[in-house]
């Protein structure tokens, strides 16, 4: 449900607040840039805008080792693994009275109702949308899932990185505003929100340039009841499409359930924005790709040395190619090679040790089972057991900040479009 109106109060006073939180948010720029360089190239265009086919990552940083992205992409799969399986059932539901779970009819309902949850999310984006969230989360600390309504698949999943967004907690420490800001020609404007909703310069670019783009702000913030002027005020959270160009309100809607699940690797005290492994490990990653650097032009010199060349021994230039001929005067120097005593092997001793480090931060000697062919079904449960006690704090803050929204969020929708078995009457 949305109704469109014209309040340029209500756009200016979130406008503002957006610039506000934007502004303070500015600090963690810099830190996501350094770590989509080297751990996530993909997605290196904090700063800059890049247009399709562009190269991802800035001229200025070259890659000599993937072993901050290959870490990244591990910890991720381990996560998707260990927390949102979809060769298994990955939560149960309960009505938080163990004697009312007990009921046999309940019971049966909440096994029925995760049954149903579990087939229409295998049938969703969901598992492609989920990698991409918890690759988010372990290098840039905080990863953002929306959770759409959709009219062919009942949900669909977006997941977009967190330099996309800005984030607000409320009094719990539980996130409960999002901001984003993105660009729409005036076509694609005046397919979302109709055309009697276009500002005035919107509307004239439409006729005279469909293809000309405009900033446009969409808001999610909780519903502060008695709020003069707020539309939905029987939804809990309120939806807000603004433009920026002309601070004008395109859009009021609002959801049942906070349609973004947000979470965090792990948060210092006093921050809002998560850190992760990758912001840990960038000093050595760093390291890793100085002594690749060092060492490639080490190994180049070992391999095609430079030479030593009597000033009146020989006829210039000296021919380097295979099978090249430099003559040179009877009875004088030689030409010789250069020998600098470059220690190749001194530098890849260091770079394995460095990496070793570097998994460490990512969890990976935690997560790889130590290959052994004789252990038993037993063994390997144990040992998988002791992964999931290791990343306990990890995986209880996901529970709690991004699965419980997640799950909360499924059911809702499922439940409105009659896709959820009937309630029992003792619930």
């Known amino acids: 449900m949305t109704a469109k109106i014209g309040g340029d109060d209500l756009a200016k006073r979130w406008i503002k607040e957006y610039e506000n939180l934007k502004g ?12 989509a360089d080297y751990c996530v190239p993909e997605k290196s265009d904090i700063y800059n805008s890049l247009a399709p086919g562009d190269r991802r990552r800035k001229p200025s940083t070259v890659l000599f080792d993937s072993v ?28 938080e009275d163990l004697k009312l779970d007990k009921e046999d009819d309940v019971r049966q309902w909440l096994q029925d109702t995760t049954r149903a949850m579990h087939f229409f999310l295998n049938q969703s984006n ?18 953002l899932l929306r959770i759409q309504e959709d009219e062919e698949h009942y949900f669909k999943f977006i997941s977009r990185p967190v330099y996309q967004h800005v984030i607000a907690e409320n009094n719990s420490h539980e996130i409960d505003m999002v901001f984003r800001e993105f660009s729409w020609t005036a076509r694609q404007v005046e397919m979302e929100f109709g055309r009697q909703a276009l500002p005035r310069r919107v509307a004239d670019s439409d006729k005279n340039n469909p293809h000309e783009k405009f900033r446009i702000l969409h808001a999610i913030v909780p519903n502060r009841k008695g709020k003069k002027g707020e539309l939905s005020k029987n939804k809990p959270f309120l939806s807000y499409y603004f433009s920026m160009e002309e601070q004008r309100t395109l859009r009021v809607g609002g959801f049942e359930e ?15 924005y998560g850190r992760s492994p990758a912001m840990q490990a960038l000093p050595d990653i760093k390291l890793v790709n100085k002594i690749w650097e060092t060492t490639i032009r080490a190994a180049q010199k070992t391999i095609n040395p430079p030479l030593q060349v009597p000033d009146d021994g020989s006829f210039l230039p000296v021919n380097r190619k295979p099978g090249g001929i430099t003559y040179y005067r009877a009875g004088g120097d030689l030409i010789r090679p250069l020998e600098t005593g470059g220690r190749v092997d001194l530098g890849i001793d260091m770079i394995n040790q460095i990496k070793l480090s570097i998994r460490k931060s990512f969890f990976i000697d935690q997560l790889q089972l130590v290959e052994n062919d004789r252990m038993t079904a037993t063994e390997v449960n144990q040992r998988t057991d002791e992964q999931l006690r290791f990343l306990g704090p990890v995986l209880s803050r996901q529970e709690f900040e991004f699965l419980r929204p997640l799950i909360n969020r499924v059911f809702g929708i499922l439940l409105r479009r ?5 309630i029992p009457k003792i619930l």
């Open 24 to 35: 303070s948010r500015a600090n963690w720029l810099d830190l996501w840039q350094d770590v």
């Open 68 to 95: 901050g992205e290959h870490s990244n992409k591990m910890l991720a799969s381990a996560m998707h693994s260990m927390l949102t399986n979809p060769a298994r059932f990955w939560f149960e539901l309960t009505t």
């Open 126 to 143: 969901f598992h492609s949308a989920v990698h991409q969230y918890y690759i988010d989360i372990n290098s840039f600390g905080t990863g």
């Open 258 to 272: 906070f349609p973004m699940a947000v979470g965090r690797f792990g948060v210092s005290s006093g921050e809002i």
């Open 418 to 422: 009659g896709k959820i078995p009937a």
